[in-house]
């Protein structure tokens, strides 16, 4: 069972998230917030495995909630996934940043949310690639990475291994890790094992932060595939 808290300022959006995932398999809707110091405190309390975030609410905001979350070893099997209607924000950068799983529009149909919420809890970061590509060249890369110049590779690249350099290239072409297997004749859980690696070394929370890394440090260009 997968257990979700949906925290957004506006009532109509709480309700109609909390009874999309409601009516879904395997998924329970166990609270609200109504913004985002109160999605931090009811995250403590009730532990959700999910929670899906807006990023602007009154009070606390919602990539400070994240951050607050992602932060807090007693919330260490939470994920985040950001729901929004600034698709394009670079304030999605900043939630990714802070530890969010990924994001989804609030346009999504249904089947979409609910969806993203499975892949979010299976520890799959919930990331377009071409939505990736556009954030990270426009609200991340310097001009000059963008242009093709030389970036300077981060010293904690050179802590991993070479197989664990070619997984997180994989990890930032959105991969998952079972094509990440299929692509290195490797079995499932040993790739979850190597990208579990990787964040640990890189002291990632998620995925999403080992794509932002990832393109940052020149070892994926924004145009690559």
Not at 95 to 101: C, E, F, H, K, Q
Not at 159 to 167: A, G, I, K, N, S
């Amino acid at each position: 069972m997968t257990t979700v808290l949906v925290a957004d300022d506006q009532a109509l959006i709480r309700q109609a998230v909390s009874d999309i995932l409601t009516g879904a398999d395997g998924i329970e809707v166990v609270g609200d917030a109504v913004n985002g110091r109160h999605a931090v405190e009811q995250s403590l309390v009730l532990q959700p495995d999910v929670v899906v975030m807006d990023i602007r609410m009154p009070e606390l905001d919602g990539i400070a909630a994240t951050a607050a979350i992602c932060a807090d070893p007693a919330l260490a099997s939470t994920k985040v996934l950001i729901l929004t209607t600034f698709e394009e924000d670079e304030n999605l950068v900043a939630a990714l940043r802070a530890g969010a799983s990924g994001f989804i529009g609030k346009g999504s149909e249904p089947d979409e949310i609910i969806r993203a919420v499975r892949a979010v809890h299976e520890g799959e970061s919930l990331l377009s690639a071409a939505a990736t590509r556009s954030l990270i060249q426009k609200y991340v890369l310097p001009p000059s990475a963008v242009a093709g110049a030389p970036a300077t590779i981060p010293p904690e690249l050179l802590q991993l291994t070479e197989r664990e350099r070619e997984v997180l290239l994989l990890v930032a072409r959105g991969y998952s890790n079972q094509e990440i297997a299929d692509e290195l004749f490797i079995s499932p859980h040993t790739a979850k094992t190597h990208v579990n690696r990787i964040m640990t070394k890189l002291n990632a929370h998620d995925r999403a932060q080992l794509v932002i890394l990832a393109y940052e440090s020149g070892l994926l260009a924004p145009g690559a595939r």
